[in-house]
Structure formats: C-alpha cells, structure tokens
C-alpha cells in the first residue's frame, strides 16, 4: 500500500507533495508501535511479568561472551577468586533468600526475594541488567532454581505453591499447590526438562514429589539435595533435625541436626550440612551417613538466618555465607579459612559460584543487594 505519493501544485511542476504527509504517518506510526508496545506490556505485567531489560546476551563485552560460550571450565583456578566487584545488582525491595545462576545461559542469573519476587539479571549486559520481574507469587518467594535444559525456571514461597515459569515467552505454565509453605525447590534429576512429556517433576518440601509418590513434613524444610540415588531426597529443616526420604518406598530416616543447607559434593561421597553452630558438618553419603567427627568447617557465623553454602566446580573450595555479612571460602581438604570478602553490610544468606568461569562467585544479602565477584 503507498502511503503518499507525488502530486502537482497550482504552479504546474510535479513536487512530492506528500513528503509533508509520509512525514505525518511516520509520526503517527510511531504512536502507534509505542501505545501497542505500552498494551503489550501492561498485557506482561497482568500476567506478572515485569519487563526492563533483554535476557539476550547482544550487549555482553566479547571477552565475557566468550568465556560464557566456550563452556570450559579450567580458565582459571578457583584459587584466584578476588575481592574484586564485577557487579553490583539492585533490585528487590526486602531479602534475598536464594540465588542460581543458567547453567545453559550462563550470563542469567535468578534470585528470590522476600518481596514477593523473581528477578532475573543479565549480570555484564552493559545497560539494564535487571532483565525481567516475575511477580506471580503472591506471598515471598523462598527458593528459586534453573532448568538444565532452556530458559524455563521452578520457584516456591509463602504462598503454598512452586511455580513453573518460561521466562523466554514470560508465562507461568503450571502451578504445583500445596497445603503448607514451600520451603525449597528442586527439578528431579531425571526429568529436569520442561519439554519432555510435557512438564517436569518437581521436587519441593513440604510435598517431595516422584512420579505419584507424595510424603509430607510436619516440620519447616530449610534445604533439600538429592544423593547419588535419584530415589533418596534429604531435607534439611529448622526443627532441630534432616530427614533422609526414599520416595520408592516412603520411608524416611531422621538424624537431630538443625540444618538450614545441606550440599552434596560434585566426586566425594560426602555432604555437608550448615549448622546453626557456626560450622558445616560433614557426613558420608552413604548408610549409615556417619559424621565425620574430627574435621568440620568453622568460622563463619549463622546467628539463626538461612545462611547458605556451596562447592566450587572442581570440589576445591566450599563457600558459605555469614551473618556478618562475608563470603567465607575453606579449603575442602584441610577445611581452613583460606579467604573472607567482606561483601555486604547484612548478613550474607546464600553463594553461588559461576557454572562456567570458575572464579566468579555471587552473593546475596538480607538488606536486598546481589554481589558478583570475581
């Protein structure tokens, strides 16, 4: 269709008349993508997707983008973790209590808030970095996890729900209810992707889902991993106990620490469970899951917040949070000290370290803020 084309005045000569109109148009067009942009937003944001920047890595630097492709993950040692701030994310309103980057996107970083809501970031984009806000939880959000396989995200919180989220297309694809607060959330490791038959299983607590199997927790659940057996679930919770699941038979095994994280380790067969006595313990993966009663890791403090810890990619390293707000890094075979950052000015609930570059390390904070180091 033409828009305008060239007409002849009262003098005779053949000007382009319509220039003044294409002019007009081209005004009036752009009204019309912004106000359809503006209905397409409000659409997003009624739906509980909040957009302020791109999920895309196009305006990452190429040195980063680079090192996010190449998937290898001996660049650099673990050992040369700085204090150095690669990033500073500001964003939620009140605490954060989890953190996880993409393991398939790598620049994409998740966090949950007490604030009712998952951010993503697009941690080095060089302009917004707070890609998208999901606000469908309707109470705070306690845990949030990636899939292995695309853009698609499990969160779980106060309101008795953990929620399925394609945050590629920004819709909630399922909604998983419970009849008590759901604590912590996992994708099971045999069904981890969203688009095989149809929909993952998720793990949350209370509720530890496999296949038809359900078994309830009467206690709150801190923290869940999922041993070498894809059948056995521990869960961590705030009762003064952890609770081994087989989700084959519904039996469950109870040992009286309070736990707030537990984390497996990526070859030993050991875990780690944090204690609210300022100390990781360390027990076998295997029954009966003795603990190790002559090395434990200590220094950091807990002071009863949800402080979190993690392992490095290779195993070398545990990093744990801490009520003073540092990041404390322990060497996984002598359990020392062998760095502190001080990161915020609350307490340092959860860490995680990069699934890509092995020296980049996030944090979270009880005052709101997320940290990227490197």
Same mark, same amino acid.
């Given at each position: 269709m033409t828009l305008c084309k060239p007409v002849r005045n009262e003098s005779g000569c053949q000007k382009l008349a319509g220039k003044k109109k294409k002019k007009n148009c081209a005004v009036r067009w752009r009204v019309v993508l912004e106000t359809s942009r503006g209905v397409w937003k409000r659409a997003l944001q009624r739906q509980g997707l909040a957009l302020t920047g791109s999920i895309?890595?196009?305006?990452?630097h190429h040195n980063i983008l680079s090192l996010l492709k190449s998937k290898a993950k001996g660049h650099q040692s673990p050992n040369l973790i700085s204090e150095k701030l690669s990033a500073s994310l500001y964003g939620h309103t009140k605490a954060v209590n989890a953190i996880h980057w993409s393991s398939t996107h790598a620049h994409l970083l998740a966090s949950a808030g007490m604030d009712h809501a998952v951010c993503i970031w697009n941690v080095w984009g060089r302009n917004q970095k707070k890609a998208c806000v999901l606000n469908f939880h309707n109470a705070a959000v306690k845990d949030v996890k990636w899939s292995q396989q695309g853009h698609f995200l499990l969160s779980c919180g106060y309101d008795c729900t953990s929620r399925l989220i394609d945050v590629e297309k920004g819709l909630e694809t399922r909604v998983f209810r419970e009849d008590q607060i759901v604590g912590v959330?996992?994708?099971?490791?045999? %069904?981890?992707?969203?688009?095989?038959? @149809? +929909?993952?299983?998720p793990l949350s607590c209370p509720g530890v889902r496999h296949v038809s199997v359900s078994v309830s927790n009467t206690t709150p659940t801190l923290t869940m991993l999922v041993l070498h057996s894809s059948n056995l679930f521990l869960s961590g919770?705030?009762?003064g106990r952890f609770k081994l699941w087989d989700a084959r038979t519904g039996k469950v095994y109870v040992e009286a620490y309070t736990c707030p994280c537990v984390r497996c380790h990526p070859f030993d067969s050991i875990f780690v469970a944090q204690s609210n006595g300022n100390?990781?313990?360390?027990?076998?993966?295997?029954?009966?899951?003795?603990? %190790?009663?002559?090395?434990?890791?200590? @220094? +950091?403090?807990?002071?009863?917040?949800?402080?979190?810890?993690?392992?490095s990619l290779d195993g070398k390293k545990l990093a744990s949070g801490s009520s003073d707000g540092s990041i404390y890094l322990y060497d996984y075979q002598s359990s020392k000290v062998v760095k502190k950052i001080k990161a915020h000015d609350q307490a340092c609930i959860d860490v995680a370290?990069?699934?890509?570059?092995?020296?980049?390390?996030?944090?979270?904070?009880?005052?709101?803020?997320?940290?990227?180091?490197?």
């Open positions: 895309l890595d196009a305006d990452i959330i996992k994708f099971h490791p045999d %069904n981890s992707n969203p688009t095989k038959h @149809g +929909h993952p299983i919770g705030s009762k100390y990781d313990a360390i027990f076998t993966t295997t029954p009966p899951y003795r603990l %190790n009663k002559y090395k434990r890791y200590e @220094g +950091h403090v807990v002071s009863g917040f949800p402080i979190k810890c993690n392992f370290f990069h699934p890509v570059i092995p020296n980049v390390i996030a944090s979270c904070s009880w005052d709101g803020s997320i940290l990227v180091f490197e």
